[in-house]
């Protein structure tokens, strides 16, 4: 059966084939470890002590950090909504970065905003701050007018300055947290004085029902665009987390909900000015951090706790997010390869960058080059059938197997879908996913790598629908 | 040929994969009791809750409670209890903890408290704290002499709510139980002592050679006590201890209040460590007096941002004389970092007119 292909070389199918039952059988690895991981976060919420946590004083009090561009629809909800977090003590930090609509007339408007005299707690380029506000109504919160550029870090990094408290959580303006997600999110740091960062589950808003800044109810998206990324998010943002959690090689919490001690922030340097993936690089340079001070386990991922934000609904937005993802993931790797079997470092830490580097940053290298190539052949006529039916087994049950045991995670560890039809549906998207999806997400990521390559930045922006009515209008006619 | 062992064997094999399947079956129905955090166990615990409260009011006696309690699944009603037990107090939760004592489920988790696995007995440990369970107190010493930290610091809660003495005299001593612990949860567990556990503290701190997590959280519950006769220790701590020690003794000192505080904060704030300075600064602010305006207005003009920010607040909490001292210190233009932090503070009394409670809040 081999014959076929030995004019391009019988070693690159097999290479092919076993780069892909390997890829296969590590994320069912992972989805095994997430599940112990799963498992053992739920019996330690069963011995928390929540309840000391609420006291007055010994709650570690949280700064939320809001870098916001262009937000002007959706912003307010937000904020607002951030407000209502059952949490004992927090200030709210918004910055806004440069937006060229009107995002801060609006908070200006709703908060009874007003010039402020906050001082700054660290050095921070000056002249980049156009002006502080704060609210006689709301002594909580803080709004920063700051020119744009230098991306989310430097946005962050100004905020940081600002901000009070010793631990800090940065959100995404787009975000929707649960009333109980910063007490989820706290609660490692209340026990365990060597945590320095814990994220939590980041899953897609659209199709979920909203009610004064909360959800409601969750069920798939109209988009098709948006149902595949549910269960993409479902496998990489909660299974391949909690797994790495458990091998305490966690590289990354994601931008959009992650509570961070403050100290060690600072102690790294802050996030990265200008970086595209500094979510990434930060979380890797507190892994370094860590390990060079002797914690174990000081980042971690919870489960339990839960973040919504809004996913692209187009191809072309979809696009230039995941290029962009890919960008970041490739200087994260750069910056920090000092991880890579470095002996300063144990040996966990070394797999777990081999893993990003083989699997998350080339993979996709090898998915579009390998489906490429079985493309010529089967177009030139050359190609052997018994070899694409194994390639392609391995393909679609690789990609399906690890997701359908993301569904299952989602049931143990953070079950929001109430519907039969919502799961069934998931398990479908799971399948279908392999056709089509994945090879176009493995193409932007290819082209994010060739950006890198050529030194060429896209950022991006995904346009807001704000207050979602199609969403209210959908939850009434369910029912009436 | 299957001898009767192997039978046996094969029918417990069977059984257990049929109930693995089973929960796995209900995991995947959204309609389903099993799911993730259980929604069906939050909705029993909500009834059994109110089973709770019809006893309380003595709409229903205690018989009736035992028997639906004793019917309820184990984990719905011990979440029922942990609802309903963080409401209630004193008297009302000795009567329901008498009622409920007999039940099987009670004594089983007692039982627990000898189990191999740490994680079931620090559970056990948790359940039981949620009992006046008097009877109970060696088992859960033994479980938290034994360790390890989460079983330890579990069994030690159980016996704090339980006001418990020995155990708070075993912790005192054995400060390497707790010092994975962060220091706020040291000072809740501690503060569940109650006010008799202080001279316990207090005597544990005058002699106090080490330093460690529980021990520095000790310092902070006599502050949260107010308790007075601490004093003289906290203020040889505050003039001679360490670091941590020093921080500790000036928030302590902060807490218990009064003038015969005054001296020793006054003097920590010419302590060589900014910390010692912010804290010291921050207690002057609650115990407001006007002999503590100068040295708070010399300490806005400090080269630690902490120090200058607690210490123009507290300024701040001194009413209109603070206010005439902030005006000055913004009006100097020799110290620009001063006068914006004064200029801050000025703007929320300026504010709090309008929307009062907003400088007490950020202070």
């Known amino acids: 059966m081999w014959r076929d292909l030995s004019f391009w070389g019988t070693w690159l199918g097999t290479l092919l084939l076993i780069y892909s039952l390997g890829v296969c059988l590590v994320y069912i690895g992972l989805a095994l470890l997430a599940f112990i991981e799963a498992r053992l976060q739920r019996r330690r919420a069963r011995t928390a002590d929540r309840l000391s946590l609420f006291e007055s004083d010994l709650a570690p009090s949280i700064s939320i950090l809001v870098p916001a561009f262009n937000e002007e629809p959706t912003i307010v909800d937000s904020v607002r909504s951030l407000m209502q977090l059952e949490y004992p003590s927090f200030e709210i930090v918004v910055v806004n970065d440069g937006s060229t609509d009107h995002t801060l007339d609006r908070m200006t408007r709703a908060f009874n905003l007003r010039p402020s005299r906050r001082t700054l707690r660290a050095r921070v380029p000056r002249e980049r701050v156009r002006g502080v506000y704060s609210s006689p109504d709301y002594p909580f919160l803080v709004v920063l007018d700051v020119v744009n550029g230098g991306g989310k870090a430097r946005a962050v990094n100004i905020a940081l300055a600002f901000s009070r408290h010793p631990l800090i959580l940065v959100v995404d303006a787009d975000s929707v947290l649960e009333r109980d997600t910063l007490l989820q999110l706290a609660l490692p740091f209340y026990e365990d004085a060597s945590v320095l960062a814990v994220g939590g589950v980041v899953r897609p808003v659209n199709g979920c029902i909203l009610e004064h800044g909360r959800v409601v109810d969750c069920t798939l998206p109209r988009s098709q665009i948006a149902r595949y990324q549910v269960v993409e998010y479902l496998r990489s943002m909660l299974t391949g987390r909690l797994g790495w959690t458990l091998l305490d090689s966690l590289f990354i919490i994601s931008g959009a909900l992650g509570l961070f001690s403050r100290e060690a922030v600072l102690a790294v340097g802050g996030y990265r000015d200008g970086s595209m993936g500094e979510d990434m690089d930060l979380c890797m340079r507190l892994q370094r951090w860590a390990a060079r001070n002797q914690r174990r386990l000081a980042i971690r991922f919870i489960g339990g706790a839960v973040g919504w934000t809004e996913v692209p609904e187009t191809l072309k937005v979809l696009s230039k997010q995941r290029s962009r993802w890919h960008q970041g993931l490739a200087e994260a790797l750069w910056y920090n390869r000092e991880l890579l079997f470095n002996q300063r470092f144990a040996l966990h830490h070394g797999i777990a960058f081999v893993f990003q580097l083989t699997v998350e940053f080339i993979g996709p290298v090898v998915e579009v080059a390998g489906q490429l190539v079985l493309l010529a052949l089967a177009i030139a006529g050359k190609v052997d059938l018994v070899f694409c039916v194994i390639y392609f087994s391995i393909f679609v049950v690789g990609g399906t197997l690890p997701t359908l045991l993301a569904i299952v995670l989602e049931r143990a560890a953070c079950p929001r879908f109430r519907r039969r039809r919502d799961l069934e549906g998931l398990a479908l998207y799971a399948l279908f996913e392999n056709f089509g999806y994945r090879q176009l997400t493995a193409w932007w990521r290819v082209m994010g790598l060739v950006n890198t390559l050529r030194g060429r930045r896209t950022w991006g922006e995904i346009s807001r629908r704000g207050a979602q009515p199609a969403q209210i209008e959908t939850s009434e006619s369910r029912a009436a | ?363």
């Not at chain 2, 009791?33 to 009011?57: C, K, M, P, V």
């Not at chain 2, 155990?167 to 139980?177: E, G, K, Q, Y």
């Open chain 2, 1 to 363: 040929m299957a001898t009767p062992d192997t039978r046996n064997w094969f029918e417990r094999l069977r059984e257990r994969a049929r109930g693995q399947i089973a929960r796995w079956s209900a995991l995947l129905d959204p309609g389903s009791t099993e799911a993730g955090a259980s929604g069906g166990t939050a909705a029993e615990a909500e009834r059994l809750a109110l089973a709770f409260a019809r006893f309380i009011t003595g709409e229903t006696g205690g018989f009736a409670l035992r028997r639906v309690m004793a019917a309820a699944r184990p984990e719905a009603f011990w979440a029922a209890l942990e609802a309903f037990t963080d409401n209630i107090a004193g008297e009302e939760w000795r009567v329901v903890s008498r009622e409920l004592l007999p039940l099987d489920e009670v004594e089983s988790e007692c039982r627990r408290l000898r189990h191999p696995s740490a994680w079931t007995r620090a559970l056990a440990a948790r359940h039981l704290g949620l009992l006046n369970a008097r009877g109970m107190r060696a088992s859960l010493r033994e479980a938290m002499r034994r360790g390890p930290s989460l079983a330890t610091f579990t069994a030690a809660l159980a016996l704090a709510r339980m006001r418990d003495r020995e155990a708070l005299d075993w912790l005192l001593d054995h400060p390497d139980a707790t010092a994975l612990r962060s220091r706020q949860q040291l000072v809740a567990l501690l503060k569940r002592f109650g006010r008799g556990g202080v001279s316990i503290l207090r005597e544990a701190i005058s002699g106090w050679t080490v330093q460690s997590p529980i021990h520095l959280a000790a310092v902070e519950v006599v502050g949260v006590w107010e308790d007075h006769e601490s004093l003289p220790a906290l203020g040889r701590m505050l003039r001679a201890g360490d670091l941590e020690a020093r921080v500790a003794a000036a928030r302590a000192l902060g807490g218990i209040g009064g003038r015969s505080a005054l001296p020793a904060l006054v003097a920590a704030l010419d302590d060589q460590a900014w910390q010692v300075r912010a804290q010291a600064a921050r207690a002057l602010g609650r115990m407001p007096d006007p002999n503590s305006i100068a040295p708070l207005g010399a300490c806005v003009r400090d080269v630690a941002w902490w120090v200058r920010r607690n210490a123009a607040y507290a300024i701040a909490l001194h009413g209109a004389a603070g206010r005439v001292t902030l005006e000055a210190i913004a009006r100097q233009r020799n110290d620009v970092f001063a006068s914006e932090m004064a200029a801050e503070v000025l703007q929320l009394i300026e504010w709090e007119r309008e929307s009062p409670g907003g400088l007490s809040r950020v202070a």
